[in-house]
């Protein structure tokens, strides 16, 4: 699925009418090939993985050593 952003200068206190048009990707395409297009590698520190909870919570560090 293509995003089409495009950005718009409006006038303030102005009712606009809004038309959403659907628009079809012609071509054949696999389920590899959609996922492709979300796939990424993101940058961060190597024990993401094992202390993820840290990153995205804050929560304290696992102690080293310990085998889970």
């Given at each position: 699925m293509a995003m089409y952003l495009e950005s718009v200068d409006l006038e303030l206190n102005v009712r606009y009418l809004v038309t959403i048009e659907r628009r079809e990707e012609k071509g054949q395409q696999n389920l590899w090939e959609t996922l492709n297009k979300f796939s990424g590698k993101a940058d961060g520190p190597e024990d993401w993985s094992k202390e993820h909870d840290?990153?995205?919570?804050?929560?304290?560090k696992r102690k080293k050593g310990r085998i889970d």
């Open positions: 840290h990153y995205l919570y804050g929560v304290p």
